[in-house]
């Protein structure tokens, strides 16, 4: 881009944040939850180690120029988060409602460099607080393993009280047979 003369870089740089800007919009539009934060003197490798684990979690992460991230929440039910965007701004998302928070506030936690700032999920404002407590729950995969698991429960349950009352007989009567040959 160096070789480009000035006036054509103005029009890539351009063309760069209109893309930047449209991607960030629909981030905004069609994720379930948007954590805000700043990394404020975070390192290269803890910048990576955060976007590694959220990765993995199945989420995302984003560092954004204010300006344009405010230009994204234009139109969005998000859009209430342009106050929030002051400073270094980092954005983590995800479509998994608890993802973005857990690992978010889970890196903050051990490393006090990434400073929690608010959110949003979907059209409902969250501060840092309400981040901090949607990290607390259960993900969608815990629920639907804990459901399952509920659902399992009363066939075994059932099967056991079934069972029960056959073996009481069983024991009653074994019980009257070696009292009769004892006797």
């Known amino acids: 881009m160096a070789l480009l003369p000035p006036e054509w870089r103005k029009q890539?740089?351009?063309?760069?944040?209109?893309?930047?800007?449209?991607s960030l919009h629909e981030v905004f539009s069609n994720t379930s939850v948007v954590v805000v934060a700043h990394y404020s003197g975070l390192s290269v490798s803890e910048m990576t180690a955060l976007r590694r684990?959220?990765?993995?979690a199945g989420g995302a992460l984003k560092v954004a120029k204010n300006r344009l991230a405010k230009l994204a929440l234009e139109g969005t039910e998000m859009g209430h988060m342009?106050?929030?965007?002051?400073g270094p701004t980092v954005l983590a998302y995800s479509d998994d409602p608890v993802t973005a928070p857990?690992?978010?506030?889970?890196?903050?936690?051990?490393?006090?460099?990434?400073v929690i700032i608010?959110?949003?999920?979907?059209?409902?404002?969250?501060?840092?607080?309400?981040?901090?407590?949607?990290?607390?729950?259960?993900?969608?995969?815990?629920?639907?393993?804990k459901l399952v698991g509920m659902i399992q429960t009363p066939g075994?349950?059932?099967?056991?009280?079934?069972?029960?009352?056959?073996?009481?007989?069983?024991?009653?009567?074994?019980?009257y047979a070696e009292k009769g040959e004892a006797a």
């Open 12 to 22: 890539v740089d351009r063309a760069e944040k209109k893309e930047f800007v449209a």
């Open 53 to 56: 684990r959220m990765r993995d």
């Open 82 to 86: 342009a106050d929030l965007m002051r």
């Open 102 to 114: 857990k690992v978010a506030v889970d890196f903050a936690r051990t490393n006090q460099k990434l």
């Open 118 to 145: 608010g959110g949003a999920m979907g059209p409902t404002p969250l501060d840092a607080e309400g981040v901090k407590s949607l990290a607390t729950l259960p993900s969608l995969d815990e629920l639907r393993a």
């Open 156 to 175: 075994t349950r059932v099967a056991q009280v079934l069972q029960a009352p056959a073996g009481q007989v069983a024991r009653v009567l074994n019980a």
